[in-house]
């Protein structure tokens, strides 16, 4: 192979270890703010007081309290509660945990074609294994908005001033990716034809 054509292919090598490492780095801190919401959860019935004197000390004041999207349309322009602050939380655990989860099928998806330059017989995308990450992507995507809208609902149970919503853009993004699955699947199905009729 000729130097010039190992140029072209190099950054496309690099490119995928690239994106592994930033997908494992987001992947691990999304844990990590899972574990510090799971932490603050379990704080909040443990010292309710020191939670307390907290929201209502200046350096809350006039703050929104929000996690991974959820709370501020809620939250803000009213009085943070120790309440408001457990169901944030508990919502907050969970859509962290499927972001975690997100970035985690996207780190396996990268390490699978890791180091490619080209989709072989050998290192293909249309495997039963990508295929159905690629669709947990989607349903994880989707998911997100739907805890957020059933924890909202669940808060205006006891916060009345608490409007219900939906973040539509997390439904669509996780339907293309959950019909871009659907491609992956029917390409494998025709290789597999193809690679019976060789």
């Known amino acids: 192979m000729s130097k010039e054509k190992e140029k072209e292919i190099h950054p496309m090598k690099q490119l995928p270890r690239f994106l592994q490492a930033l997908a494992g780095i987001i992947q691990i801190l999304a844990w990590l703010l899972a574990a510090i919401a799971f932490v603050g959860l379990i704080a909040s019935f443990v010292v309710p007081g020191n939670i307390e004197a907290f929201l209502a000390s200046e350096i809350m004041a006039g703050q929104d309290f ?37 970035f985690r099928n996207l780190w396996l998806i990268l390490k699978t074609l890791k180091g490619s330059d080209s989709f072989g017989e050998s290192n293909t995308p249309f495997t039963p294994d990508i295929t159905r990450m ?49 491609i992956f699947g029917y390409g494998q199905k025709l290789q597999s034809d193809v690679e019976g009729l060789v």
């Open 134 to 182: 690629i669709r947990e992507i989607g349903i994880f995507f989707m998911a997100i908005p739907v805890v957020e809208l059933i924890f909202s609902c669940l808060m205006r149970l006891f916060y009345v001033d608490i409007d219900p919503y939906v973040d539509v853009t997390g439904i669509m993004t996780g339907l293309v990716i959950w019909y871009l699955s659907r």
């Open 66 to 102: 929000v996690i991974n999207g959820f709370g501020s349309s809620m939250i803000s322009g009213s009085v943070i509660s120790l309440g408001m602050v457990r169901w944030t939380m508990a919502c907050g655990i969970l859509t962290m945990s499927l972001t975690a989860m997100i």
